[in-house]
């Protein structure tokens, strides 16, 4: 019997830490209005995961506090002094047909702890209890966190995120061989750059057929409107976008034109 999907009817618009990056539509990013706001638009949010030392999960890009401490290294009620929202509370007012991929920030101090005590392993036990509920997806540059999230919450599905203009090849062969559902690959990756200029590229096309014939869901993130045409044509699964009234409605558009 075929997996079930992650992303349903394709391809899927997530928004990128709520309406997008920065400040969208009035908007700052990561913030409760902006998730919620989000969630009118896209059937999927994305937003960003770290934990407190008292080991509240809370939602913020950064590692640090605007005064420079570590939030790995902050107390909760200073992280939610400082704009932090806690997840437990954004998942709690998020409609419940809203899927949210949170991306999972591993910190330099977990390092020092125990597996079952690191950040994913947080992450992994309040969004098992969250899946029960919505569509969620882990997501993290990490592989040690896919690992943990693999021990502690085994039914839980697993994303690798792949970094800036990432060697594509590598990105699903690792992908593939880790057991992950989705390859979140950066839009730099999907077409030639400085790493893999020109005919060292395999292309889109042949990048997301190959991740499709092993298995894997292909979200790309940060694309322009620009990109969309080629990435849609490809039949890539999910767009992260950083603008997504933007994108949505452009989106749109080509599904009015009937591409």
């Known amino acids: 019997m075929a997996a079930a999907r992650i992303f349903d009817d394709p391809p899927v618009i997530v928004g990128h830490r709520g309406m997008g990056t920065g400040m969208v539509g009035g908007f700052g990013e990561n913030t409760v209005d902006s998730l919620l706001a ?3 638009v896209a059937p999927w949010i994305e937003l960003d995961v770290r934990r407190t030392t008292d080991d509240v999960l809370v939602v913020g890009h950064q590692p640090a506090l605007p005064d420079g401490t570590p939030v790995a290294e902050a107390p909760a ?19 419940a047909r809203t899927g949210v991929n949170l991306d999972v920030k591993s910190a330099l101090e977990d390092a020092l702890r125990s597996p079952d005590r690191t950040t994913a392993a947080l992450v992994a036990a309040l969004a098992a209890t969250a899946a029960k509920h919505r569509p969620v997806l882990f997501s993290s540059f990490d592989p040690a966190a896919l690992g943990v999230v693999a021990r502690y ?29 989705v390859l979140s ?26 991740a499709h014939a092993a298995g894997l869901e292909v979200l790309t993130w940060c694309p322009e409107a620009a990109q969309l045409e080629a990435l849609l044509d490809a039949g890539v699964d999910a767009l992260c976008v950083n603008d997504l009234p933007l994108v949505a409605a452009a989106v749109a558009r080509r599904s009015a034109d009937g591409a």
Do not use: C, K, M
């Open 77 to 95: 009620d200073d992280a939610v002094a400082a704009g932090l929202p806690v997840l437990e509370d954004v998942l709690d007012e998020l409609p």
């Open 185 to 210: 690959v950066h839009v730099g990756s999907l077409e030639p750059n400085t790493i893999e200029p020109g005919v060292q590229h395999p292309g889109v096309q042949r990048v997301v057929e190959v």
């Open 38 to 40: 989000a969630a009118n």
């Open 153 to 181: 919450a085994p039914h839980l599905p697993r994303s690798l995120i792949t970094w800036l203009w990432f060697p594509v090849g590598i990105a699903v062969a690792a992908a593939a061989g880790s057991g992950v559902q």
